[in-house]
């Protein structure tokens, strides 16, 4: 099943407008926030404030903040660094068994101390939990976790994984109290004992209350005094109204390609600034490998000659995304341009005739586009509509799109009624790992009935043995050179992300790249 890739999204992804920026922050003892509280408002819920159930966007940003990894990312970076941990590493020349050593004088928000033993029990409490809606299916590498005493922890893999430093740096790698939590249910109360920069003070279903911790122990230096995350559910117009209006400081995630296009050309006016950057946000064309018609590959490389990415961004996203010829995106170390290379950047209405000729396909093509309405962006409809126009304006295509609510569409998928349906991605962890182990194989999340062996028994497991992940440029770009040729999906866009600020608030730039984690600590208001 899809997880967290499930979410209603503008092409917006974390990013920075100036480029990339380097820096770990300190390790300090004392968090000390100082500065005005902030005002955060988005269109997306928080699902769970339990880690070992959330598995979305708002859920994963609360964690973030609220709770403590053993790892965690840098600003601008995607290696993982010591958080909780004083030191993590290797132990084994498999990549199979990794060790942590604690910091010392760990503490939860509420006083209790923080030992090997909550790490053990936050991560035997997810799998043993296994929540559908949790970050457990992340870790079916894990055999167990040992602690030979309090500030010792060691992970025993049942497969080489070596991107595991990265999936415990995430927000599924949350540390709990093990005397606050049931180690056989979810918590219900809305309520979180973590040890992370911020206290959860308040939940309810229109706004979350965070105040500092000040048993905070990391690398986080907060720069202001709390922070007020409010919720839109949804409606994108009262959340542009409250940032005008002065009701947020910052609205994030969830306005429309068209609001961030005005805003951007009237900021000065309004008195607010658009934050821009690039993201690992990517989204796909899916064939069902089963089908009669997307199921043959000559249909599908011609649909791959016809798409015009530049104009589905220019005239449905307004600029707000980049095209995207790979499925592991632009900033990801391993990415190539395997579909630029084989299908160009322009349509060719010829070499899509002749795709269709050698296929044996005779006739105009008869196909139905899936959609859903808003689950992957607001702009989702519109999309698939242009698409089904290019396909059309060829003279080779009889394409039309239908939309379906988002549960009736998973359940569809599932049982194969689709022929060619949309899919969002946005990643768990930045490596290359994270856009092809989950869309290849049993179980894969895209339910396409497509099996590549030398993928699957390879590639894969070749990659996930390399604990020099640059040593596995080669590996990944043969896989993505394999995708190309075969066409099991069709990558469309790579995101933007966007937020935007009233005049007087900073450090968004540093809240948004490619880690996707949100860092509260690094706001402050004037």
């Not at 005094?225 to 994030?252: C, E, M, N, P, Q």
Request: with cysteine.
């Amino acid at each position: 099943m899809n997880l967290r890739n499930q979410w209603p999204v503008l092409p917006i992804v974390a990013g920075l407008a100036s480029g990339l920026l380097t820096g770990c922050g300190s390790d300090s003892g004392d968090s000390g926030g100082t500065g005005s509280a902030v005002v955060m408002g988005m269109s997306d819920d928080v699902l769970a404030t339990d880690p070992a159930s959330g598995y979305d966007p708002g859920s994963w940003l609360l964690f973030d903040n609220v709770f403590q990894s053993l790892l965690s990312f840098p600003k601008g970076g995607t290696e993982p660094q010591p958080e909780l941990a004083k030191q993590c590493r290797f132990t084994d020349t498999r990549a199979m068994v990794y060790k942590c050593e604690l910091k010392d004088g760990l503490t939860f928000s509420n006083g209790d101390a923080l030992t090997s033993a909550d790490v053990k029990f936050s991560f035997d409490r997810m799998l043993k939990i296994a929540d559908p809606a949790g970050p457990a299916i992340m870790f079916p590498m894990l055999g167990r976790v040992e602690t030979p005493d309090d500030r010792t922890a060691v992970f025993h893999l049942k497969v080489p994984d070596a991107t595991f430093p990265s999936k415990i740096a995430s927000g599924a790698g949350s540390i709990v109290d093990h005397r606050q939590y049931d180690a056989n249910g979810l918590r219900t109360d809305h309520k979180a004992v973590g040890s992370g920069p911020y206290r959860l003070d308040s939940f309810d279903k229109d706004q979350a209350v965070f105040s500092v911790n000040d048993h905070y122990k990391g690398t986080a230096e907060v720069r202001n005094s709390g922070v007020t995350l409010k919720f839109f559910h949804g409606d994108r117009t009262a959340l542009k109204r409250s940032l005008l209006d002065g009701g947020i400081d910052i609205a994030y995630r969830g306005l429309t390609a068209a609001d961030v296009a005005q805003l951007d050309r009237q900021d000065d006016s309004k008195g607010v600034d658009v934050i821009e950057g690039t993201s690992a946000e990517v989204q796909h064309l899916v064939f069902n490998m089963k089908d009669p018609v997307a199921g043959r590959l000559g249909v599908r490389r011609a649909i791959a000659h016809l798409i015009d990415r530049d104009a589905l961004i220019q005239n449905v996203y307004q600029g707000t995304a980049t095209p995207l010829y790979s499925i592991i995106p632009a900033g990801i170390a391993g990415h190539n341009t395997a579909f630029f290379d084989t299908y160009g950047a322009r349509p060719s209405r010829a070499q899509a005739a002749a795709a269709l000729q050698a296929d044996g396909v005779t006739g105009k093509v008869k196909l139905t586009l899936w959609s859903t309405p808003s689950r992957y962006g607001p702009a989702t409809d519109e999309e698939l509509t242009a698409i089904a126009r290019q396909l059309n304006a060829s003279g080779l295509f009889d394409a039309d799109v239908k939309s379906v609510a988002f549960e009736q569409y998973e359940k569809d998928i599932a049982a194969g009624k689709y022929g060619v349906y949309i899919k969002g991605w946005v990643p768990d962890y930045p490596d290359a790992d994270n856009f092809t182990a989950p869309f290849f194989g049993k179980g894969n999340v895209l339910d396409n009935n497509y099996d590549n062996r030398t993928i699957t028994r390879t590639l894969i497991p070749g990659t996930a043995k390399q604990s020099d992940r640059s040593a596995t440029d080669e590996e990944f770009g043969r896989l993505q050179d394999i995708v190309a040729d075969e066409l099991p999906l069709l990558p469309v866009w790579q995101a933007k992300q966007y937020a935007v600020v009233r005049d007087g608030v900073y450090g968004l730039e540093y809240c948004l790249d490619a880690s996707t984690v949100f860092r509260f600590w690094e706001l402050s208001k004037s």
